[in-house]
Each structure stands twice: as C-alpha cells, then as structure tokens.
C-alpha cells in the first residue's frame, strides 16, 4: 500500500448535485494531484495542488475545483454534476510538483456515479 | 503535445510465460521519462518501472523490464515468468508539465489475464 487514502470508495449522486472527495496523501507529501479515469480508459489529469495551491489545471470545467489543507490533504470538489462525470476518481501524492522518477503515489480511488 | 498509444486491448498468457506489452508514444521534447503502472481490480495505480529518455540501458525491476527503442519511439513492457497475480490493467505513461506541475498523461491501457 502507498499510504494515500482516499474517501468515500464508492457513492451515488444525481444529476445537478454536488459532490466533495477526500484524500490524505502519503506522510511527508507535500503535493497532491487528481486524475479523472472513466471506465475503459487511461486516468486524465484534473489539477494539482502544491502548498495550499493550485498549481496546473489540464482540460477541465471551473465547476472543478479543489482545495489544499496545511496537512497537505486534499479536496476535489464537483459541482453541478452531469452523467459523464461518473469515473474513477484518483488522488496521487508526491514530494515536490515536479516530482522525478515514479513518485507518484495513487490511492485507491473514489468511485462516483451520477444517476 | 505528448501522447502515448497502447494498441492492445488485451492479453491472455498462460502462468509462466513472458507477456510484452506495447506501448509507442509521440513527443518533441528531447527529455522525457517514461512510466509503466499497474492498477487491479482495487484501482490504485501501482508503479512498476521507470525510463528516462538519457537513461543508457533498458531499466529493470525484478519481473519486469523495460524495451526502450528510442529511435521507433517505443517502450514496452516485458513481464518475465507471470503469475497469477499479475492479472490487472496495465497503462504506459509519460510525463508532461503543464503551468507549474507535473502531470502523467496516461495510455488507453492493456488489459492482461494470466491463464493458470
């Protein structure tokens, strides 16, 4: 296990709701990265966050939006949710946003679907 | 933009034998690393092995190595005497930088099934 923990595993929303994913990133980790994965493809990079910020942002809607808490835990925050939002969603962990060669640590991901 | 194809969907291997995946990517930067993960049914991305675009010689690690061929711009995977418990979905990935981070920009994945 990588020691990143993500929360809720699994949950069920409808159309138009809101949703709020967590994730507590390896100890010593000061970098948190989300990733997007449908069913039957690769993972797609969300965003980054890098002391407290957001640091890179791939192809995503603002209705995206994440936080970064001074433990270096994160949120990935979804709003307004449609049914192509329901995926695999997986936070990675890392020492430093540039993070070399395969510091990436995933969790196990939350499993959302939207109704 | 980078951008990595994995041209089969999946595999089926009986225990013991070698398995090679795939994977052939498209880039223009003369620096770039390559990753290979793992990911169960459980879902977490388990890293595997690593190539650096300057690295001299294939990596390895344990079971798995990797067959850089730069010139074709190809980095495969080759498992060595699988087992059962390599049954999972495998992505080739490289890294990109994207504003002030880095981000992995992943293949569509091979599914592998290890027969006993």
């Known amino acids: 296990e990588t020691g990143v923990t993500q929360s809720p595993t699994h949950l069920i929303k409808t159309r138009g709701q809101q949703v709020t994913l967590r994730c507590s990133s390896q100890?010593?980790?000061?970098?948190v990265s989300w990733y997007q994965q449908a069913l039957g493809q690769g993972p797609q990079f969300i965003f980054q966050?890098?002391?407290?910020?957001?640091?890179g942002r791939g192809n995503f809607p603002p209705r995206f939006s994440g936080l970064q808490f001074p433990n270096y835990s994160s949120e990935l925050n979804v709003n307004a949710l449609e049914l192509d939002d329901s995926a695999l969603y997986l936070c990675?962990?890392?020492?430093?946003?540039?993070?070399?060669?395969?510091?990436?640590?995933f969790g196990e991901g939350s499993r959302l679907t939207v109704l | 933009a980078q951008k990595i194809t994995q041209t089969q969907p999946g595999m089926f291997v009986q225990e013991k034998e070698a398995v090679t995946l795939d994977c052939t990517y498209d880039t223009s930067d003369p620096s770039y690393g390559l990753f290979w993960y793992k990911q169960p049914s459980s879902g977490e991305m388990i890293f595997l092995i690593y190539?650096?675009?300057?690295?001299?010689q294939n990596a390895t690690e344990g079971r798995y190595s990797l067959n850089f061929q730069k010139a074709r711009k190809s980095a495969n995977l080759v498992i060595s005497a699988s087992q059962l418990g390599d049954s999972a979905m495998y992505f080739c990935a490289m890294r990109d930088r994207i504003q002030g981070a880095q981000k992995l920009v992943f293949g569509q994945g091979t599914r592998l099934t290890i027969n006993p």
């Open positions: 100890s010593g980790h000061n970098t």
């Open positions: 990675a962990s890392s020492w430093g946003p540039r993070g070399g060669t395969g510091e990436l640590f």
């Open positions: 190539q650096g675009s300057y690295d001299q």
């Open positions: 966050y890098y002391r407290e910020e957001e640091n």
